[in-house]
């Protein structure tokens, strides 16, 4: 029993030092000043058909990410895409914080009701044992 208890422990701990990076496009980021016109630039029509389109506050600027892709080859493919109308646009490491989120094409309640649902399955299933889990680490379980 105490073993188990300190593997679960130990898998709780280390799974995020461990987890995957994901990827994202990054097409444009602007001061706070230009609001307006990043949100014009997020809901072009380039854009329609896209998953997890969102313009996301980090620190004092906007920035326009696209996509959640597992792999940097993944991201290539939709960048060729979104270079045709913006040049600029790049892949690069990133996450996706829900609270960061000022705007997305799925509405920002969604997107952080995906986020607390998967969190409740991943929960259960480290509960019941059969768990591969990776809450984030200052996740709190209260019932």
Known sequence: MIKKLILSLSIML????VTQAKYCIQVSS???ID???????????IFENKANVRV???GRYLTLRVGNFNKRSEAFLTLKEIQSTFPDAFVR???IDGKDIIYSNN???????QQTTEITKKKKNFLQG???????PNYIYQE
């Open 56 to 58: 996301e506050k980090i």
């Open 93 to 95: 490491k990133c996450s």
């Open 14 to 17: 280390l799974t995020p030092l």
């Open 30 to 32: 602007v001061n706070k």
């Open 130 to 136: 059969t768990h591969s889990i990776d809450l984030p």
């Open 35 to 45: 609001e307006r016109f990043i949100l014009k630039k997020a809901k072009s029509k």
């Open 107 to 113: 509405t920002k309640e969604n997107y952080i009701d």
